[in-house]
Nanobody, 120 residues
Framework: QVQLVESGGGLVQSGGSLRLSCAVS????????MGWYRQAPGKQRELVAR???????NYPNSVKGRFTISRDNAKSTVNLQMKSLKPEDTAVYYC??????????????WGQGTQVTVSS
């Protein structure tokens, strides 16, 4: 069973940076597309970054240019570098994986989430 464990969340001031990491175990990491989602209180979960098995990345306009997703197949980790953070980025951030080259639709696996709070 594939397991995902996030780390790196915390409290940061507006304009600051934060790096989230997700360690993946229990499967062949290289064949899984990866993504980061977030969910703020009272809001729907949204995809903020995804990366294919071929390192092609995709972002919604809300974070494009500020967030960068990357993967390290040798370490079975996926990272999310976030800069120029805004209070509206405050949410629980989840790492997710799909047993496919591209993350489309509902992921197959989820992490437990890590809280990111951006103060104004």
């Amino acid at each position: 069973q594939v397991q995902l464990v996030e780390s790196g969340g915390g409290l940061v001031q507006s304009g600051g940076s934060l790096r989230l990491s997700c360690a993946v175990s229990g499967g062949d990491f290289s064949i899984h597309a990866m993504g980061w989602y977030r969910q703020a209180p009272g809001k729907q979960r949204e995809l903020v970054a995804r990366i294919t098995t071929g390192d092609v990345t995709n972002y919604p306009n809300s974070v494009k240019g500020r967030f960068t997703i990357s993967r390290d197949n040798a370490k079975s980790t996926v990272n999310l570098q976030m800069k120029s953070l805004k209070p509206e980025d405050t949410a629980v951030y989840y790492c997710a994986a799909a047993r496919a080259p591209l993350l489309l639709g509902e992921p197959d696996y989820w992490g437990q989430g890590t809280q990111v709070t951006v103060s104004s």
